[in-house]
């Protein structure tokens, strides 16, 4: 370790505190929302951008932004790290202001996608920069409470995101002014100048080590990399035959290899190596793939649970979802403050995974007449147990890694739950055919099953209503099916918490007035 004193801002508890980390929560709650914003507005985008091939280009828009904020995050930790959280998030929110208001100004599919990707390279600082700042000024001891709001707020983003772009998707008059799908982009301009002048007003924190050679070969493997990783799970994009998942997932996997020789000789590496010997840090980003990895999946069939087998409709899924989402935002908030007060963080990741992979068992039980309100419990459930396993291992990282790391050492965290998140939706989604496929009537199975052996809903929907039973039962299976593997995913977390160690975080320190006498009490 450096002599920087491990994990203690110089700055701890500044007077502006409460307003910066209230900016930082916004800003991540704009990058969460704009990963949403265009499912529902894309229909209206279609019909004025593209109206006879934008269907086919449609998923980019989405796909680029991901691509681009996940490739980003571990580079924006070393610049924090090197120039500081201030002034690197100062840079994301210019790159995402103007991302965004490009994209509100496209006039054609291809444009628009490419100014979704400029967005993306700054949203990609917006969500991994402010836990750097948190991690940079707040006291020690408050940073899992402070993360536990940025970590509220951005849940809140993403469920946002939908009901803000279905809002834009009509046209409206708003003050006088005609509003269209445009303006799900250009609400962000100003919101995002907010933030940005409350980012301003934030101290310096003193940065790690300046100057020094920067690792530009390690940076582009990186990049590619996580690139064509993350391009596994939407492979059939990509115009070419040789584009499978193994091909991508095997570039990436010799890629990233690559990348680790890279850092292992690099004088100032983009991910220093030294960090695997943080016990800390090795269970936390074992623990964010896999938290990553279930959360999402679990959201994603939850909804589809809704939808096919209750036949509820979109707003109404959104309802009987709210449950998870307040149970998250109660394990991150409760967590938080409890860890601010009494200073211990091991049982949280170790409680959380238990009621997290008890509640997603307990979905593997569930049918087309199971009882909403039992539903709901064990969402609520599994979101308070989830919301402990998401920010409180981040928090003590950053209370066990060299101040001078804290920045590399958050995001990487960040960016290893985001690749947990990028595969569990694919893993799910294949084993959910998978099973469908073996359990459905031989003669439904081409009616119900696309070209690529994905399900058809469309498809479903079209049978006699005797032969949706069957089809839906076997629907039921596959789910069945993803739900147990989430909990084992889950059950493997709560092993993997066993060899969490408690951090040494040290107490405030108590200041004396400089007039009273040393005896006084």
């Known amino acids: 370790m450096s002599g920087a004193q491990v994990g203690v801002p110089p700055e701890a508890g500044h007077p502006r505190l409460n307003l910066v980390a209230g900016a930082l929560a916004l800003a991540s709650l704009l990058a969460a929302m704009d990963m949403m914003v265009v499912n529902v507005a894309m229909y209206s985008i279609i019909k004025e951008l593209d109206p006879l091939h934008g269907v086919d280009d449609s998923r980019w828009v989405l796909t680029v932004y991901t691509l681009a904020l996940g490739v980003t995050t571990p580079l924006y930790g070393k610049l924090a790290d090197r120039l500081g959280g201030k002034r690197i998030m100062l840079v994301a929110l210019a790159i995402f202001v103007g991302g965004s208001l490009l994209c509100g100004m496209a006039t054609s599919m291809p444009a628009l996608i490419a100014f979704r990707g400029v967005q993306g390279l700054g949203a990609g600082g917006l969500m991994s920069v402010a836990m750097v700042i948190i991690g940079q000024l707040a006291p020690p001891r408050d940073r899992a409470k402070y993360g536990g709001y940025i970590g509220g707020v951005t849940l809140i983003g993403i469920i946002a995101g939908p009901v803000v772009g279905g809002f834009f998707a009509d046209t409206h008059v708003v003050l006088g002014m005609t509003v269209t799908w445009r303006g799900a982009f250009l609400i962000n301009v100003p919101l995002t100048l907010i933030v940005a002048a409350a980012v301003a007003l934030a101290p310096k924190a003193p940065v790690g080590k300046r100057g020094g050679r920067v690792d530009f070969a390690g940076a582009v493997a990186m990049v ?50 030294s ?41 109404d899924t959104c309802v009987h979802l709210m449950p998870m989402i307040i149970g998250m935002l109660l394990g991150l908030l409760l967590s938080g403050s409890l860890i601010s007060k009494f200073n211990r963080y091991r049982p949280f990741p170790i409680v ?57 050492a958050s995001t990487a965290t960040a960016f290893m739950r985001m690749i947990g998140q990028s595969l569990g939706p694919a893993v799910f989604g294949a084993l959910l055919a998978s099973r469908f496929l073996a359990e459905v009537p031989a003669a439904l199975a081409g009616r119900t ?73």
């Open 224 to 273: 590619l990399a996580v690139g064509a990783v993350l391009l596994t799970t939407e492979h059939d994009l990509l115009p070419y035959a040789w584009a499978s998942p193994w091909i991508l997932g095997a570039t990436g996997a010799v890629l990233l290899l690559i990348f680790f020789l890279l850092e292992r000789r690099a004088s100032d590496p983009i991910l220093p190596l």
């Open 275 to 315: 960090l695997f010997r943080n016990s800390t840090f090795r269970v936390t980003v074992i623990l964010a793939v896999l938290t990553g990895f279930a959360l999402l999946g679990m959201a994603f069939y939850m909804a589809l649970y809704m939808r096919i087998v209750r036949g509820l409709g979109a707003l």
């Open 352 to 408: 959380g995974s238990v009621a997290a992979a008890a509640s997603v068992a307990l979905c593997a039980t569930l049918d087309a007449t199971t009882s909403f309100w039992l539903v709901s419990l064990y969402l609520a459930v599994f979101g308070l147990g989830i919301g402990q396993l998401n920010q409180v291992p981040t928090a003590a990282v950053q209370n066990t890694v060299d101040f001078s790391d804290v920045g590399t």
């Open 449 to 521: 099953a696309s070209e690529n052996g994905s399900i058809s809903v469309a498809g479903m929907q079209q049978l006699p209503t005797e032969q949706q039973h069957q089809v839906l039962d076997a629907f039921l299976s596959g789910l069945h099916a993803v739900f147990l593997l989430g909990a084992a995913t889950l059950a493997l977390a709560f092993l993997v918490s066993l060899f969490f160690k408690e951090p040494t975080v040290p107490e405030p320190a108590k200041t004396e007035p400089a007039t009273a006498p040393a005896t006084a009490i």
